[in-house]
C-alpha cells in the first residue's frame, strides 16, 4: 500500500480500516527520514488526493514541533529537504484550505528555527510574497507573520515597515480573504510585539471596524465572525486600546447583531463580544446609548425564539433549550448584562418590554416576558426586591392557571423556583409559592411540569429553617409520594431530589414519615435497573442517605446493615465513568457515617481504600504538549483542547469532566469520615495525607483543591484524639505546611483564600508545640504578599471609585466587603501562632514587614474590618507574649485608646480588650498610661448607647479592662484604684459574655478578700450594693466553680462580721429572689 493510500484509509469511517492505517503509519513514522521523504512526496503531487495531502499537513505540523521525536531524531537533510517542500507548495499551490494548513506547518517550524537564526530562505520568501500581487502569497505572509509575532516577535524587526504597508492595503481592499487574514495578523502582532512597534500596529484598530462593517454588507457570515473573535482577543488583552472606540463598536455590533440577513451565529457572536466588553469595562458600555436602545431589546427579542413543537419540549428536561440557540443567547445576554452593567439599565431598557408582553394573549410574548424577568433577577436583585410582591402576585396565577399554556406555567414556576433561591420569596411568601408548586408537582397531563415543580421545591426548601418548613412538609410530601407512582424518570428523579431537600430541612421531624417514604424509596432503587435510569438510581441512593442523616441512628437501625451492604454490593460491581451512582453511593456512605457515628466503624475498611484510589487517579485531567502523542481515547469522556501559549507554543489540555467529578466526590468523602469518625480513621491518616497534600494545590478541580484544604485539621484531630502522637502531628503540619502557602500564594480570589486561610488557622490551633522560627517566618512572607496583593486590588477599586456610578460603587463596596473578610482571617492565622508560641512569637512578629502592614492597618483611615484585624491580633500577641510584650504593649496603648470610640462595635471591643491585655504586659510600668486609658475607658463606658445591643458587649469589655487595670496598679497607684473601685463596682453586675463575666466576677472577689479594700466604700457604704451583686450572680454560669465557693466563704465572713440583726437589715432591702440566693450561698458556707 502506497503512502498516500495509507493517508487515505486512516481517514475512513470504517473502524477497522482505519486501525490498520493508523499502525501503517506510525510504523512508518518510527522511521523519521523515510516517512518525511514519502510525506514530501504526496504533498507536493498534485494528482495525490486533497484530503491525504490535507491529513499530512496537519499531522506534519505535529511532527515539526521543537520537541517532536520525528523532527529530533531526523537527519539535516531530511529537515531541509522538508522545509523546501513547504516553501514551494506556498508559492504554487492552487488549494486554499491546504495552504492555510501549509502556513500552520511553516509557522510551527519557524517558531524555532528562525528564531536560532536559521532558515533565511522563509524570511527572504515572505518579504518577496509580500511584494507579490497574488492574493495566496499575501494571505501566506500575514498568516505566517503572526504566528511568527508568537513565537518568534524578535525576528521580525525589519521586516515590519513591510508587513506593516501590506495590512494597510489589505483592510482598504475588497477582497474578504485579505481583509480578514489583516485583521487576524494585526490582533497577533499587537499581542505579540511591545512598544513603539506595537503602538503601530494600534494604529488599525478603527480599520478593523471598518473590515467587519464591509464584511457584514458582503454577508459573509465565517470571515464576520472570525473577525469579531479576533477583536474579543484584543478586548481581553488589552481594554484600555478600545475604550476612545468603544461607542463605534458597541454600535457595529448592535447593527451587525439586528442585521438579519446574516446567519443567526454571526448576529450572536456580535452580542458575545457586547458582553465581554460589558465585562471588561461597564462604565464605557453603559454610556453607549445603543446598549439599552438595541442591544437589551434585541436580547429580549431573541427570547420569542422557541421551539414550538410541543412533542420534543415535552422531553426535554432543561431550564434552556439546546436547540432553542436564539433564545439561549437571549436569555445569557440578559444574564449577563444584568451583571456586569448593573440593575438600572437594563431595568429601565427591558422591564417597560416585560410588562407589555406578560399580558399577552401570545403564549410566546408571554413566555418570553416570564423568561426575561428570570433571567435578569440576579443581576437585578436590589432593585427588584421592592417589586417582588407584586411580581410574585402576577407570577403565581400564570403558574397555576390549567388555561394558561404549559410552557407559560413552566416558565412562570421556574421563576418562582428563581425567586425562592435569589431572594428567599417563600420566607414571606411561602403559602403562595409552595401551593403553586404543589399544582405543577400534581399535573398529570404535562409531566415536565410536574417534574419542574418537583426541583423548584429544591430551591424552596433551602431558604426555610426547620420550624418554618414544618407547616409545609405534609402537603408537599403528599404530593410528591404520588409523583413517585408516576412513570417518567425524570420526574421520579426529580421527586427524590425534592423529598431529600425536605429531609434535610426538618431533619429529626422527618422521622413521622420514614416508614412512607424510606420502604419505597429502597424499593425503587432496586427496581431501578438499565443505562436509562442511572440518575434515577443516583437520586434514589442519595435520597437514602440524606434520610437516615435526617432521622437519626434509632430510627435508620432497622435498615442500616441491609442498606449498607447493597450500596456496596452495587460498587462492588464497578461503573461506567459517567454513572452518576458511583459518587451517589460514596456521599451516601458518608451520611448514613455521621447517622450511625461509631457503628459504622466495620465498614471503614471497605469504603475508605476506594476513595484513596479515587481521589489519587490522575486521569481526570493533565496537561501536555501538543505534539505528543495522545495516551486517552476521546471516545472514553475526555475532552482535548489544543491551545496557544505565548511564547512557550502549543499546548494540549486532558479533561474528563466524570473523572473529576469522582475524584471531587472521593476527596470531600474522605474529609467527611475524617471529621466524623476522629480517632476510628486513624488507620487512614497516613496515606490520606500522602494523597491530599500535594492536591491542596491542583488547578483543575476547585472541589478537590477545597477538600484536600479543608482535611488537614480533621487529621490532626484524628492523631491528638488517638493518644497524641505528637511527633506524627508535627509531620503532618510540615507536609501540609508548603501547600497552604503556595495555595494561599496562587490563589487570586479573596472569597477562595478565606477557606484557606480558616484550615491554615485550625491547623495551628491543633498543634501540640509551636511552630519552628523557619516556619513561622515562611508563613510571614506568604501573608505578606497577600496583604500586599489585597491593598493593591483595593487601591485600584479606590481610583475606579472616582468614576463610578452607584451600582459599581456598590459592587467595589461589596469586593472590598470580600477583602476585610479575609484580611480578618490573616489576622486569625497571626492570632494563632502567637497563641502557641507565646512570648517567641513577640520577637519574629516585631521585626518582620507583617507587623509594618498592621500597624498601618491601625490608621483611622483604614477600613474597620483592617482595624479590627490589626487590634485583634496584637491584642492576642500582647496576650500571649506577656512581659515580653511590654514594649510592644507601650506602644500600642495610645493607638488602641483612639480606637476606643470607633463606631464599629468589633473596633470598639478590640480596642478595650488590647488596653487590658497591656497593662497586664506593662505590670507597673503601665503607669504612665493608666490616667489617659482609665479615662479613656470610663468615657466609653459611661456614653450613651455603651448598655444598648450593639455597643453592650464592648462595654463589659470595658469594664473588664478596668478591672485588670486596677489590680495592676493596686500597688503602685493605690490613690487612683481607692477612686476607681467605688465607679467600678456600680457598673456590675455583668452578663454579656459569659467568659468575660466569669474573669470580671473572679476580679470583684479578689478585692472583696480585703475587708479594708476601697471597693466597700467609706463606712462600708457599699456593702448593700456588694451584697446585691453577689446574689445576682450566686449560682449562674457568669461565675465558676471556685469563684462560687468564694462567695459563700465572702458571704459568711460578712455575716459573722456584721452579726444578725445588722445582716438582717441588708438582706431586707434585696428582692424575695436575691435573698434566697444569698440564704443559699450562707448555707453553702
Excluded at 3 to 25: G, H, M, T
Excluded at 845 to 873: G, H, M, V
Aim: with cysteine; aromatic share 8%; charged share 25%.
Amino acid at each position: 500500500m502506497s503512502f498516500a493510500s495509507i493517508c487515505q484509509a486512516a481517514l475512513s469511517s470504517d473502524n477497522n480500516v482505519r486501525k490498520k492505517a493508523e499502525k501503517a503509519y506510525m510504523q512508518m513514522r518510527s522511521q523519521p527520514d523515510k516517512y518525511l521523504s514519502s510525506l514530501g512526496e504526496v504533498l507536493i503531487a498534485p494528482k495525490a488526493p486533497l484530503q491525504a495531502r490535507c491529513f499530512l499537513a496537519v499531522m506534519l505540523r505535529q511532527d515539526v514541533g521543537v520537541k517532536s521525536p520525528v523532527w529530533v531524531k531526523s537527519s539535516q537533510q531530511a529537515k531541509q529537504y522538508i522545509q523546501k517542500i513547504l516553501l514551494q507548495l506556498l508559492h504554487r499551490e492552487p488549494q486554499r484550505v491546504l495552504r492555510r494548513h501549509l502556513c500552520e506547518v511553516v509557522g510551527r517550524l519557524a517558531s524555532h528555527t528562525v528564531r536560532d537564526g536559521k532558515w533565511s530562505e522563509l524570511l527572504n520568501a515572505l518579504k518577496t510574497w509580500c511584494t507579490s500581487q497574488e492574493v495566496p502569497h499575501i494571505v501566506a505572509a500575514l498568516h505566517i507573520t503572526g504566528i511568527l509575532s508568537e513565537y518568534a516577535a524578535n525576528v521580525l524587526g525589519n521586516f515590519l515597515p513591510q508587513i506593516h504597508q501590506v495590512i494597510r492595503k489589505s483592510v482598504e481592499s475588497k477582497n474578504a480573504t485579505l481583509m480578514i487574514s489583516a485583521v487576524k495578523t494585526t490582533t497577533s502582532l499587537i499581542i505579540g510585539l511591545e512598544g513603539d512597534a506595537q503602538r503601530k500596529f494600534m494604529q488599525f484598530v478603527p480599520a478593523l471596524f471598518k473590515v467587519i462593517t464591509k464584511l457584514a454588507e458582503m454577508e459573509n457570515d465565517d470571515g464576520l465572525v472570525e473577525c469579531i473573535d479576533q477583536i474579543a482577543n484584543l478586548v481581553g488583552f488589552r481594554r484600555d486600546m478600545f475604550r476612545p472606540f468603544i461607542k463605534d463598536i458597541i454600535k457595529l455590533m448592535a447593527k451587525t447583531a439586528t442585521y438579519e440577513i446574516l446567519e443567526g451565529g454571526t448576529r450572536r457572536t456580535a452580542l458575545s463580544l457586547v458582553v465581554e466588553f460589558a465585562k471588561k469595562d461597564r462604565t464605557a458600555v453603559k454610556e453607549v446609548k445603543e446598549t439599552g436602545t438595541q442591544i437589551l431589546p434585541l436580547a429580549f427579542k431573541l427570547l420569542f425564539k422557541v421551539n414550538t413543537h410541543m412533542d420534543e419540549w415535552g422531553k426535554g428536561t432543561k431550564e434552556k433549550d439546546p436547540d432553542d440557540e436564539d433564545f439561549c443567547m437571549g436569555w445569557d445576554t440578559l444574564d449577563y448584562l444584568s451583571t456586569f452593567l448593573g440593575p438600572s439599565l437594563v431595568l429601565s431598557s427591558v422591564f417597560p418590554l416585560i410588562e407589555r408582553t406578560i399580558g399577552s394573549k401570545n403564549w410566546i410574548e408571554k413566555h418570553a416576558a416570564i423568561s426575561a424577568l428570570t433571567a435578569m433577577m440576579a443581576g437585578c436583585e436590589k432593585l427588584l426586591l421592592p417589586k417582588l410582591g407584586n411580581l410574585i402576585s402576577t407570577i403565581a396565577p400564570m403558574a397555576k392557571d390549567s388555561k394558561q399554556h404549559v410552557r407559560v406555567r413552566w416558565a412562570a414556576i421556574n421563576c418562582l423556583g428563581r425567586m425562592c433561591l435569589i431572594f428567599k420569596a417563600q420566607q414571606k411568601y411561602g403559602k403562595t409559592i409552595g401551593g403553586c408548586f404543589v399544582n405543577a408537582v400534581d399535573s398529570r397531563a404535562h409531566v415536565r411540569l410536574a417534574a419542574h415543580g418537583a426541583l423548584c421545591l429544591v430551591n424552596f426548601c433551602k431558604g426555610l429553617e426547620a420550624e418554618e418548613m414544618a407547616p409545609y412538609a405534609a402537603t408537599l410530601l403528599k404530593s410528591l409520594a404520588k409523583l413517585l407512582g408516576v412513570d417518567a424518570v425524570h420526574a421520579q428523579a426529580n421527586a427524590l431530589s425534592a423529598v431529600s431537600a425536605i429531609a434535610a430541612s426538618i431533619e429529626g421531624d422527618f422521622a413521622e414519615y420514614y416508614q412512607v417514604f424510606m420502604p419505597g424509596v429502597i424499593r425503587l432503587l432496586a427496581e431501578s435497573k438499565g443505562p436509562h435510569k442511572r440518575n434515577l438510581r443516583a437520586k434514589a441512593i442519595e435520597c437514602v442517605g440524606v434520610i437516615a442523616a435526617a432521622v437519626g441512628k434509632n430510627a435508620f437501625h432497622p435498615q442500616f446493615k441491609s442498606v449498607m451492604n447493597f450500596l456496596l454490593q452495587s460498587q462492588s460491581k464497578g461503573f461506567s465513568a459517567d454513572d452518576p451512582a458511583h459518587g451517589a453511593i460514596l456521599q451516601a456512605c458518608a451520611r448514613i457515617c455521621q447517622c450511625m457515628g461509631s457503628d459504622f466503624e466495620p465498614y471503614i475498611k471497605i469504603v475508605v481504600p476506594p476513595l484513596l484510589k479515587a481521589a489519587a487517579d490522575k486521569r481526570g485531567a493533565f496537561m501536555q504538549d501538543a505534539e505528543e502523542d495522545l495516551t486517552v481515547d476521546e471516545d472514553d469522556g475526555y475532552e482535548i483542547v489544543d491551545f496557544s501559549v505565548r511564547g512557550l507554543g502549543n499546548k494540549r489540555m486532558v479533561l474528563n469532566t466524570c473523572l473529576l467529578q469522582e475524584k471531587a466526590v472521593a476527596c470531600n468523602m474522605l474529609y467527611q469520615y475524617a471529621t466524623e469518625l476522629k480517632k476510628g480513621f486513624f488507620p487512614y491518616v497516613k496515606p490520606t495525607l500522602d494523597i491530599m497534600a500535594p492536591l491542596m494545590t491542583y488547578r483543575y478541580n476547585e472541589g478537590v483543591r477545597i477538600a484536600a484544604i479543608d482535611i488537614i485539621p480533621p487529621l490532626l484531630e484524628c492523631m491528638k484524639d488517638y493518644g497524641g502522637h505528637e511527633r506524627a502531628m508535627l509531620q503532618i503540619f510540615e507536609i501540609a505546611l508548603v501547600p497552604y502557602l503556595t495555595a494561599l500564594k496562587i490563589e487570586g480570589e479573596p472569597s477562595s483564600m478565606v477557606g484557606i486561610l480558616h484550615s491554615f488557622s485550625d491547623a495551628i490551633d491543633l498543634l501540640p508545640r509551636p511552630m519552628e522560627a523557619k516556619q513561622i517566618l515562611s508563613t510571614h512572607q506568604i501573608l505578606e504578599f497577600v496583604l500586599s496583593e489585597s491593598n493593591n486590588r483595593r487601591r485600584n477599586r479606590m481610583l475606579e471609585m472616582k468614576e463610578a456610578d452607584d451600582e459599581l460603587r456598590d459592587e467595589i463596596e461589596e469586593e472590598n466587603g470580600e477583602e476585610d473578610e479575609m484580611i480578618g482571617y490573616v489576622g486569625s492565622v497571626v492570632k494563632s501562632m502567637a497563641a502557641i508560641a507565646k512570648e517567641d512569637y513577640v520577637r519574629i512578629f516585631c521585626s518582620s514587614a507583617l507587623f509594618k502592614i498592621f500597624w498601618e492597618y491601625l490608621d483611622p483611615r483604614a477600613s474597620s474590618a483592617q482595624n479590627t484585624a490589626a487590634l485583634l491580633s496584637f491584642d492576642e500577641i500582647i496576650e500571649r507574649g506577656g512581659p515580653a510584650a511590654a514594649k510592644l504593649a507601650d506602644k500600642f496603648v495610645p493607638m488602641a485608646c483612639g480606637h476606643a470610640f470607633s463606631t464599629d462595635t468589633d473596633v470598639r471591643q478590640a480596642a478595650v480588650w488590647g488596653i487590658g491585655m497591656a497593662a497586664l504586659a506593662m505590670g507597673t510600668d503601665f503607669k504612665r498610661h493608666a490616667d489617659k486609658a482609665l479615662k479613656c475607658l470610663i468615657k466609653v463606658i459611661n456614653s450613651q448607647d455603651s448598655r444598648g445591643e450593639e455597643f453592650g458587649e464592648s462595654t463589659e469589655v470595658a469594664i473588664r479592662s478596668v478591672g485588670t487595670i486596677c489590680r495592676v496598679m493596686e500597688k503602685s497607684a493605690p490613690n487612683a484604684v481607692a477612686q476607681i473601685l467605688p465607679m467600678w463596682l456600680s457598673w456590675l453586675p455583668v452578663s454579656r459574655d459569659e467568659d468575660d463575666a466569669q474573669y470580671v466576677h473572679k476580679t470583684l472577689l479578689y478585692f472583696l478578700e480585703n475587708p479594708n479594700s476601697p471597693i466597700y466604700g467609706k463606712g462600708r457604704a457599699n456593702l448593700q450594693k456588694v451584697l446585691s451583686i453577689l446574689a445576682k450572680i450566686s449560682n449562674t454560669e457568669y461565675i465558676d466553680d471556685k469563684t462560687q465557693r468564694d462567695i459563700s466563704q465572702l458571704v459568711g465572713k460578712i455575716s459573722n462580721g456584721l452579726g444578725p440583726q445588722r445582716m438582717l437589715q441588708l438582706k431586707s432591702n434585696l428582692s424575695p429572689e436575691l435573698r434566697e440566693k444569698l440564704a443559699k450561698s450562707l448555707n453553702d458556707c
